[in-house]
């Protein structure tokens, strides 16, 4: 099993949702805070939010009142739901542990919201 496989990406247009999902090992991950980062062309990874293991979470300001990031621990799932995209929200979007484990950094899955 890899480390983290995110999906749930595709192309969208503007206003529309998605939700992502991200399947985590729980061997390297357990239950320590997770969060979902994304990456625009020619840009730095940022974390956009995040959930603690207490089950607390905290979003970017860009995407506050718009994504929620949720866990189901029986899974070893994080999701991510968005809405309200718009074009700045386009990305590949990746989920770690926050901080992230460098070495495990997944595929991402893409996001392109279209005008």
């Known amino acids: 099993q890899a480390p983290l496989v995110e999906s749930g990406g595709g192309l969208v247009q503007a206003g529309e949702s998605l939700r992502l999902s991200c399947v985590y090992s729980r061997r390297i991950f357990s239950t320590n805070a997770m969060g979902w980062y994304r990456q625009a062309p020619g840009q730095q990874r940022e974390l956009v939010a995040r959930t603690g293991r207490a089950g607390q979470t905290g979003y970017t300001d860009s995407v506050k009142g718009r994504f929620t990031i949720s866990r189901d621990s029986a899974k070893n799932t994080v999701y991510l739901q968005m809405s309200s995209l718009t074009p700045e929200d386009t990305a590949i979007y990746y989920c770690?542990?926050?901080?992230?484990?460098?070495?495990?950094w997944g595929q991402g899955t893409q996001v392109t919201v279209s005008s």
């Open positions: 770690n542990q926050d901080p992230p484990l460098r070495t495990y």
